[in-house]
């Protein structure tokens, strides 16, 4: 049962330090999409990436930001340093250059204090 | 840019239909999907439909496309409890860049 998975489900932590949130991929896609969910803004893309490369990541506030993809089964968001606007559910998507809608994870929830 | 646009709830009986409607920008999509979202987990893709197609029917499930007005809507017949969620309408942009454009969700509520 193929699936995107992502770590942590839920982080707590303080304003000021280092999150960094991880998601695998389902094998073989070739596309990674990060989400941000909040109340007020919905569902904003922050990052993209196609075979690894990203391709955009204007939605992010590349201040405290970065997106990466170390490897095909690695993509990673980190935030530093954290701060309470960040608080949010990251979620993570995966899917194929032509294919059909991604498939997202479960998510993780973040909550900077 | 590209832009989809829902409302925000949508409230029904047991039992009774529910229709979510969302508006897109982009001419160009070629499909055009709706997510649900339960509570606590991610966004699972409920149906698509094709952009050269008008309707697309699976079980309880009917969408309705007009492309002249950009408009996309989701009915739901019989609508059960299990069916309270978020509903995200999104498009694909196939300007060659493959992105998936997500509207604001609209909150449903089914009343006992």
């Known amino acids: 049962d193929a699936r995107v998975t992502q770590t942590p489900r839920h982080k707590v932590t303080e304003m000021g330090q280092e999150v960094t949130m991880r998601c695998q991929p389902i094998?073989?896609?070739?596309?990674v999409f990060w989400y941000r969910q909040t109340m007020m803004q919905g569902l904003e893309l922050l990052a993209y990436?196609?075979?690894?490369?990203?391709?955009?990541d204007s939605g992010m506030p590349k201040d405290r930001f970065s997106a990466e993809m170390p490897d095909a089964t690695l993509a990673t968001l980190k935030i530093q340093p954290s701060e309470p606007r960040d608080s949010a559910v990251y979620f993570c998507?995966?899917?194929?250059?032509?294919?059909?809608?991604?498939?997202f994870g479960p998510g993780t929830r973040l909550t900077v204090l | 840019g590209e832009d989809v646009e829902q409302s925000l709830f949508l409230s029904v009986r047991e039992g009774d239909s529910s229709v979510i409607n969302c508006t897109y920008t982009?001419?160009?999509?070629?499909?055009l999907y709706w997510y649900k979202q339960e509570p606590g987990a991610g966004l699972q893709l409920l149906t698509y439909i094709f952009s050269n197609m008008d309707m697309k029917q699976d079980q309880r499930l009917t969408v309705l496309l007009n492309k002249k007005d950009k408009h996309l809507s989701l009915r739901i017949a019989d609508t059960q409890t299990g069916d309270s969620a978020i509903y995200f309408c999104a498009e694909s942009d196939t300007s060659g860049t493959y992105k998936y454009i997500f509207g604001t969700g609209t909150r449903l509520k089914v009343l006992a």
């Open positions: 982009d001419s160009s999509s070629t499909y």
């Open positions: 990436f196609r075979n690894r490369a990203p391709l955009d």
């Open positions: 998507a995966s899917g194929l250059v032509g294919g059909l809608a991604p498939f």
């Open positions: 094998l073989g896609h070739n596309t």
